[in-house]
């Protein structure tokens, strides 16, 4: 199996199902999808059904424990993370990811581009610096091996990208292409939070 999708959901009805379908109807088949409902008190997990999928229905309180369940649970060469309220660009994400790999000679991480909100991003940002985030790239399983998330309610994204870049001899391409649309900031997200419940700008 190429890739494993992991998909932390947790109270987001309205966007799930959107997340859900992205992976579905990518026109790449060598796949499996893994969406844990993490703690969810409204309609999430019918909406994870009503999409296609049966979730893995857990109670472990964050983000990062919901990806670790998945990843626990995972068995593709390859680990795309993607957050229940952001969804894929187009049907052909998988396609382009694995002939990118193919061309990169399957290397442990491939970083790819995204939108933030109507932004589009490279794989770095204005700064120069790479983005802090897990979901715009693809990694190999067994890279990962036994790195995990933390138990922090945000910041996760950073520490498990710190923990892998500091790995030695991990093998790396860049591709600027968009791959991901990441709702920023979504109202009632932890970003939103942290922004002081308002908007901003990319």
């Known amino acids: 199996m190429r890739f494993s999708v992991v998909i932390p959901a947790h109270d987001i009805e309205q966007y799930v199902f959107q997340a859900v379908r992205s992976v579905l109807d990518q026109t790449f088949s060598d796949y ?3 969406v844990v409902a993490d703690s969810c008190t409204d309609g999430t997990v019918s909406e994870i059904r009503r999409a296609g999928v049966e979730p893995l229905v857990a109670h472990v309180g964050s983000a990062g ?3 670790n369940v998945g990843l626990d649970c995972a068995r593709g060469e390859y680990v795309l993370f993607l957050d229940g309220d952001d969804y894929f660009i187009h049907e052909r994400v998988f396609e382009t990811i694995d002939r990118c790999l193919k061309d990169a000679g399957d290397v442990d ?3 790819f581009g ?3 909100g109507r932004n589009p991003c490279g794989v770095h940002s204005n700064g120069g610096n790479m983005w802090p985030n897990i979901w715009s790239r693809a990694w190999k399983r067994a890279a990962i091996g036994s790195t995990r998330f933390n138990d922090l309610r945000s910041g996760q994204d950073l ?4 923990d892998m870049f500091a790995k030695p001899s991990l093998t790396s391409a860049e591709r600027d292409i968009l791959l991901v649309q990441y709702r920023y ?6 970003t939103w939070e942290r922004l002081g419940g308002r908007g901003a700008t990319a």
Do not use: N, T, V, W
Request: net charge positive; glycine share 4%.
């Open 159 to 162: 520490y498990f990208c710190q």
């Open 114 to 116: 995204f939108m933030m």
């Open 185 to 190: 900031p979504r109202e009632g997200s932890l």
């Open 32 to 34: 499996e999808i893994l």
């Open 65 to 67: 424990r919901a990806r």
């Open 109 to 111: 991480i491939l970083h």
